[in-house]
C-alpha cells in the first residue's frame, strides 16, 4: 500500500494522548500495535459488527456513537520517521510534479 520502510504504529496508551482509551467503544480490550509495517497493511481495524462479517475476532477498534451503532477508528497514530533529514528530502523532491497537466498554465 505505501513505499518500503513505511511505518505507522498505534498506540492507545500514550499518557495525556488525545485519543488514549483503557478500552474500546464496545468494552473490548485495546493495545498497542503496527498498523503499516515496511509499507504493508499488517491488520484491519475491526469492531464486533465487521469482525462478524469477515468471520474475524473484534481487535480494540470500536468506537461509541452518540445514538448510533459503534463505529470504527484508531487512537493515537505515529507515523515513524525515515532515515533522511527534511534538507535532504528537499533537494530529492524537485518541483513536485512530473505531471504535464499540474505543469501547463492556465
Do not use: Y
Request: net charge positive; glycine share 16%.
Amino acid at each position: 500500500m505505501f513505499a518500503e520502510g513505511f511505518r505507522i504504529r498505534e498506540d492507545p496508551f500514550v499518557k495525556r494522548g488525545a485519543a488514549s482509551r483503557w478500552f474500546d467503544g464496545e468494552g473490548g480490550a485495546v493495545a498497542p500495535a503496527a498498523l503499516i509495517e515496511d509499507g504493508v497493511l499488517t491488520m484491519w481495524l475491526l469492531n464486533a459488527s465487521a469482525a462478524r462479517q469477515l468471520g474475524l475476532e473484534p481487535n480494540g477498534h470500536a468506537t461509541s456513537g452518540h445514538g448510533g451503532p459503534p463505529g470504527i477508528g484508531a487512537s493515537n497514530l505515529f507515523v515513524k520517521p525515515g532515515a533522511e533529514d527534511l534538507p535532504s528530502l528537499m533537494k530529492t523532491a524537485g518541483k513536485g510534479s512530473s505531471s504535464p497537466t499540474c505543469s501547463r498554465r492556465r
